[in-house]
């Protein structure tokens, strides 16, 4: 990628990539593609979808032995929540918003909003960021889980300002590893029960975490759909499911 | 006034109405719910223009029945209209039903008369989206806003509350409710000096929102109390 060849001299840094404003004679706006770069290096999240549910999961990084684990799934409404790769701050920032926008739409229109409405509107934000020079985009990745009337749904946001919605998706390092995973089982899936897709979630994520364990330290999942608003699974909540997969 | 002078008196709002549309009667039924209202609009005592539908569907699922300031009733349909076309410009096959409508009607409302610049208004707002409950809502100019089974507003709160109180099933039957409310409007017409003999009646089922042609309502006048002569003909204070 491109970090990897900045760092073995091949990266090709020219006139092109001050500002987002500018595009290259390759058609390329640079700076877009650096804040994507930003997404690649954050941990892996990754999410999943079954016939009446969504799974997140994700690897949380510490900085030692001493700190905290990295929060990287945050709860938007009883039923979205969203897991990140990338910048955390500008993460939290876009969930702020999102949450207010929640709150808004139901103290308006007494009705959760939309999910699929809710995420364009998020990637039109992203898209702003890309056509004024004064602003930069925004370097982090969202997967967003919702459980609207029409069914459960997984959509991916990209500093880019494109939207996608998937079927199963990972972003953040190593995330082929975990798509590899899914794209194996993704026929299964939805035939599959919770617990199911919550053993393929922590699966997946075995890929990502290369020669590490996961384990109830670094592990998260979170679980929304039909008659189950949005939970975090974290700690000891994941024991049960931790042991199965040994 | 002459330009550039300005005004020395507080900035004031209009607190009177001017064209009013009187009663609405809102009821829900077996498969749905539905709405009636005469077709006048008065000008203050006048019956000024008699052929006003005071129904309005808004979006797909949704009746919109408006007493009060006709004018008001028009601007916020057209603001309604302008949210439906959004909502279906969307194409993503949701669309708003009556919960986010009358809810969002009852936040403009208490919003409008919290700046002391109401719209002078009781609406009925009713539907029925697909499997979904049928749902029905009263929210007038103060901002006041609830759901029931059945509502009337204004005359109609006084002279057809108690017939639908004593009438009303929830598992009446299209033409019965039809003649609830048109028995109501009946009642309204003889004793309401604004109200009128004419109707519209709209019906939300789930599937879709249709306002009837105009009906026009049964009437009678021949009592033998108002049409024999009862007083001394050599009374020179007689009136009749």
């Known amino acids: 990628g491109l970090l990897s060849d900045a760092k073995n001299g091949k990266m090709n840094r020219n006139q092109y990539d001050t500002d987002v404003s500018t595009w290259s004679p390759q058609g ?17 999240s990754l999410g999943l979808v079954g016939k009446d549910f969504v799974v997140l999961a994700a690897l949380k990084r510490s900085t030692g032995d001493l700190a905290s684990y990295q929060k990287k799934l945050f709860k938007i409404d009883d039923h979205i929540g969203i897991g990140i790769a990338g910048l955390t701050a500008d993460a939290r920032s876009l969930a702020t918003w999102m949450r207010t926008e929640c709150l808004n739409h139901k103290f308006q229109y007494d009705s959760p909003v939309t999910t699929g409405r809710l995420v364009s509107d998020i990637a039109d934000k992203h898209q702003e960021k ?9 370097g982090v990745g969202l997967l967003v889980a919702g459980y609207d009337r029409d069914g459960p749904h997984l959509y991916q946001t990209c500093p880019s300002g494109n939207l996608y919605e998937y079927k199963a998706m990972a972003i953040g390092a190593r995330a082929q590893s975990a798509k590899t995973y899914l794209e194996k089982h993704l026929d299964s899936m939805p035939g599959a029960d919770l617990e199911t897709l919550v053993l393929h979630s922590l699966k997946a994520l075995e890929g990502p975490a290369n020669d590490k364990d996961v384990d109830v330290k670094n592990a998260c999942v979170a679980v929304v759909g039909k008659n189950q608003p949005f939970e975090l699974l974290e700690g000891d909540a994941l024991e049960p499911y931790l042991r199965q997969l040994k | 006034m002459a330009p550039g002078q300005y005004s020395t008196d507080p900035k004031q709002h209009t607190l009177s109405p001017i064209v009013t549309g009187a009663t609405v009667i809102g009821m829900k039924y077996k498969d749905g719910v539905i709405l009636a209202a005469d077709t006048l609009a008065s ?190 003909d050599d009374d020179p204070t007689a009136t009749w």
């Open chain 1, 28 to 44: 390329k706006l640079h700076q877009v593609e650096y804040a994507m770069e930003s997404v690649k290096q954050g941990s892996c």
């Open chain 1, 130 to 138: 890309t056509q004024a020079s004064w602003k930069r985009p925004y």
């Open chain 2, 43 to 232: 000008y203050g005592s006048e019956a000024r223009y008699k052929d006003v539908c005071r129904l309005k569907k808004v979006g797909e699922y949704t009746l919109l029945g408006g007493g009060g300031e006709l004018s008001d009733f028009q601007y916020l349909s057209d603001q309604l209209d302008e949210m439906a076309d959004e909502d279906w410009l969307n194409e993503d096959g949701c669309f708003m039903g009556p919960k986010e409508y009358s809810s969002y009607i009852g936040r403009v409302m208490y919003n409008r008369r919290s700046k002391f610049n109401p719209l002078y208004n009781q609406f009925v707002v009713v539907g029925k989206k697909k499997d979904e409950p049928a749902h029905l809502m009263y929210v007038d100019h103060q901002g006041t806003a609830f759901e029931e089974n059945f509502v009337a507003t204004g005359f109609g709160m006084h002279l057809g509350i108690p017939l639908l109180r004593n009438s009303w099933r929830a598992d009446m039957s299209l033409d019965e409710a039809k003649a609830l409310a048109t028995k109501c409007l009946e009642v309204c017409f003889y004793r309401d000096c604004r109200a009128y003999c004419k109707i519209h009646i709209g019906v939300c089922n789930g599937t879709s929102v249709d306002i009837s042609a105009p009906i026009p309502l049964n009437h009678f006048w021949g009592h033998g109390a108002w049409t024999e002569k009862r007083l001394e």
